[in-house]
């Protein structure tokens, strides 16, 4: 027989412990003061912070995220003195700088860009192929010769001051990546060898993009190619989920597919920092010994608008733009 009041003191009881139990739940999760804030970009590198200022003067008055990410890195193509990204960016060991770059947006369309040179925004050209071609990818004289076609300026990149770098290196020829070369203060020399910049908007709209852009490193050898032109490699974004970019030395990162890897694990509910870490863990698991002596770095942005990022090394760092911070720069956290 239905006794009511005994069914409304089991509902109010289960109604309290479903409070505490949703309380209990939200004291364990990683929650940061930007959690759901939208919109907001983040890039890699202590450089990103003016490079997010180029993304938010087009997210701050509701702009789509695929317009913010190419203006974002844009500005830093555009830096001369910035040896790691754009024409400023120092050679291959023969003298002959060459630029990557992809770029993704909400709709799972993307376009990239590897091995181009005499071009001076890689970033430009790859959202290009992405709009204007059946393709995704074109690499060495087809992407120049394609760029020229939609009226980009073909010149010589190589700097005066890369050029001199170039030859003071050829007196040893020494290949040898250093790790977090974009932080070391001084005069540039073989000491500064690469670095990348990747990066992830969510839009007010909640549509999410990415762009990855670099010279690659230097002195590497002709026709080298890492992962940031390589869509789930360097870059990946699912509106679904959220996006990731990752920096370092990019043959590792292929071999995992770094970026792809990270959407995913988020995809199966891992923070983004988690799902960072778990790649990079990837990366030590396979190649131990090699991952004691490179960088790789991961960064991530769900679709809550929550973000994070892990490291094989110390000092990697990452820049955070939104409503409320315009100039964050956050240490990420590392394996070593």
Not at 143 to 152: K, L, M, R
Not at 263 to 274: C, S, W
């Amino acid at each position: 027989m239905f006794n009511r009041r005994k069914f409304i003191k089991l509902s109010a009881a289960g109604a309290s412990f479903a409070a505490l139990a949703k309380s209990a739940v939200a004291k364990t999760l990683p929650i940061t003061a930007e959690a759901g804030t939208r919109p907001v970009v983040i890039s890699t590198w202590n450089f990103g912070v003016q490079a997010n200022q180029g993304a938010w003067g087009v997210l701050k008055n509701g702009g789509r995220a695929l317009d913010a990410v190419e203006a974002g890195v844009r500005i830093t193509e555009s830096d001369l003195t910035n040896h790691t990204v754009g024409p400023g960016g120092y050679p291959d060991r023969d003298g002959h700088v060459s630029l990557d770059a992809c770029i993704m947006d909400d709709l799972g369309n993307c376009g990239s860009v590897a091995g181009m040179e005499f071009i001076d925004h890689p970033i430009s050209v790859a959202r290009l192929v992405m709009e204007k071609t059946p393709h995704v990818m074109l690499v060495g004289e087809g992407a120049t010769q394609f760029a020229v076609q939609q009226g980009f300026k073909a010149h010589k990149l190589l700097t005066a001051e890369s050029e001199k770098e170039w030859k003071k290196w050829l007196k040893t020829a020494k290949y040898s990546p250093v790790m977090n070369i974009e932080n070391k203060n001084g005069m540039p020399g073989s000491e500064y060898n690469h670095d990348t910049i990747g990066m992830l908007a969510l839009d007010a709209k909640g549509n999410l993009s990415g762009a990855c852009t670099t010279s690659g490193m230097a002195w590497k050898m002709r026709g080298r190619v890492g992962d940031s032109p390589i869509i789930g490699a360097g870059l990946y974004v699912d509106n679904e989920v959220g996006g990731a970019t990752s920096t370092g030395v990019g043959e590792e990162v292929i071999r995992n597919v770094g970026s792809f890897l990270v959407v995913e694990l988020m995809r199966q509910g891992y923070t983004p920092e988690a799902a960072c870490k778990e790649a990079v863990e990837r990366i030590i698991k396979k190649k131990p010994e090699i991952a004691k002596q490179i960088q790789v770095g991961f960064l991530a942005l769900n679709k809550k608008g929550e973000y994070g990022a892990y490291a094989l090394q110390k000092g990697f760092t990452f820049a955070v733009c939104n409503n409320q911070k315009q100039d964050l720069t956050i240490p990420g956290k590392s394996a070593y």
